[in-house]
């Protein structure tokens, strides 16, 4: 039982976690919409969760390496920073910078609605297993 119930609220931590950094991101996507040459950032939420919770899609492959000085595996960049990537700007703009307003705004309130969403979903977990223990 105490399994099942980690696994879930595990799992939602992890999303939950994962909503906050995009919204930090998107939030400095929006502060920086004015500032010349800066590049949008955003999460690639769908990778940067199973990675989180090692559901990999992908299985992992090992790398060979030909000379000491190689990249290990521990060396490797951190998943937080592996899932980042850079938003395709929609218009080309004369001062390099990428932030699409529209796209931002739109993005920055589904991502809270789905924060809130994860929010509720541990909550009603929580209040469940609550309920489950005073026999109710």
Not at 8 to 29: C, K, T, V, W, Y
């Amino acid at each position: 039982m105490l399994n099942r119930l980690d696994s879930s609220l595990g799992f939602q931590s992890q999303a939950l976690l994962l909503r906050a950094e995009r919204q930090r991101l998107i939030a400095s996507n929006i502060a920086n919409a004015d500032t010349p040459g800066y590049q949008a950032r955003d999460l690639d939420f769908a990778t940067a969760l199973r990675q989180a919770t090692g559901r990999s899609a992908v299985p992992a492959v090992a790398m060979a390496g030909t000379s000491e000085r190689h990249l290990g595996i521990g060396q490797l960049p951190a998943t937080r920073e592996a899932s980042l990537l850079y938003a395709l700007p929609s218009q080309t703009n004369l001062d390099g910078n990428s932030v699409d307003m529209d796209r931002e705004r739109a993005s920055f309130a589904d991502n809270a609605v789905k924060y809130e969403a994860s929010l509720r979903f541990i909550n009603g977990s929580v209040r469940t297993m609550l309920d489950a223990i005073k026999g109710q």
